[in-house]
């Protein structure tokens, strides 16, 4: 396990998360999952934190009105392009290839 | 049906974004239970009760206060939080005379070992421009009207330095122990839109 192991332990006790300032920071499920995958492909050496943010604050100061999770996946796609992980072309095959798919397809999130 | 090329398309990033995952998992760069992991860690087991905890230990102990505004991401690690995320956290202090808030003017650089995940607003343009431009005018929409004797200073985030604010102890808590004290720690006093909660709150927050 994690160093923040020992975190879960006090995470019911008298202390536990103020509630009331957990807005909800992720809006729909997709934001979730690009920013678990940028975490995980950093943790799992694919990529750097750092070469992923400064993605990120071109992506943002690109488009100001771009919705910030938009820019963060248009960051992870950068730098998965940089490091030679994943081209655009293979990300616009798969992405039409599941457009494709019949209606009422089961997403997997 | 638009023309634009399909990754400039954002009418459903959500599709996008499941591409890229089928893509990097079938490559064998990314586990997708490792992804839940970090997901979950991030919703359930970090947030501003970290960073309530570190503040409440430094006010009731001042050798943890001093190494926590010498060197404030070893101080933070010694309670456990930190990680591969950690970054570097800088602690400043409220004083009498002294207000601090933080701010990324350029992304949204954040602390997330001791609070979590940034709220919206944080992120948003409005604060991030304003909040140096006119920062008591955007204190006080928030609901933080601080006397004008009070300097107010501005601090902005980066991947180099992340902000912590230490609040004041409030009036009132001198009989209070560290976990109570916790409770009145909220993530707006942390990053400074706020103060800590008054003793007659506590135990109603949590």
């Not at chain 2, 839940?36 to 947030?47: K, W």
């Not at chain 2, 404030?72 to 690690?77: D, E, N, V, Y």
Request: net charge negative; with cysteine; hydrophobic share 45%.
């Amino acid at each position: 396990m994690s160093p923040e192991a020992g975190i879960d332990a006090d995470i019911e006790g008298p202390v536990s998360p103020p509630r009331d300032n957990g807005e909800i920071v992720f809006a729909a499920p997709w934001e979730r999952r690009a920013f678990g995958l940028v975490i995980a492909l950093c943790r799992a050496g694919a990529c750097e934190w750092e070469s992923f943010r400064r993605r990120l604050v071109a992506r943002i100061a690109q488009d100001e009105s771009r919705p910030y999770w938009s820019s963060w996946a248009a960051a992870l796609e950068d730098v998965l392009a940089d490091v030679n992980a994943l081209t655009r072309g293979e990300t616009d095959a798969r992405h039409l290839a599941f457009l494709a798919r019949p209606h009422g397809h089961d997403h997997h999130h | 049906m638009s023309h634009a090329p399909v990754s400039e398309r954002h009418e459903d990033p959500a599709v996008r974004v499941e591409a890229l995952e089928a893509l990097l998992v079938e490559k064998g760069l990314v586990d997708p239970s490792v992804v839940d992991e970090v997901i979950e860690h991030y919703e359930t087991n970090v947030g501003p009760l970290n960073g309530a905890k570190v503040i409440a230990r430094a006010w009731v102990d001042p050798a943890y206060r001093a190494r926590l505004l010498h060197d404030a991401t070893k101080a933070i690690a010694e309670l456990g939080f930190g990680g591969p995320e950690g970054h570097m956290v800088i602690a400043v202090e409220n004083s009498p005379s002294v207000h601090n808030v933080v701010v990324c003017t350029l992304c949204s650089c954040y602390p997330w070992s001791v609070l979590g995940l940034p709220p919206a607003w944080y992120k948003s343009p409005a604060y991030r421009s304003r909040m140096v431009a006119e920062p008591r005018a955007v204190l006080r929409e928030m609901g933080l009207d601080l006397p004008q004797v009070l300097r107010v200073r501005v601090w902005d985030s980066s991947a180099e330095a992340r902000y912590l604010v230490l609040p004041e102890r409030p009036a009132g808590t001198e009989g209070m122990d560290e976990r109570e004290l916790a409770t009145l720690v909220t993530r707006d006093a942390m990053i400074g839109v706020a103060r800590a909660l008054g003793p007659a709150t506590a135990g109603t927050h949590a």
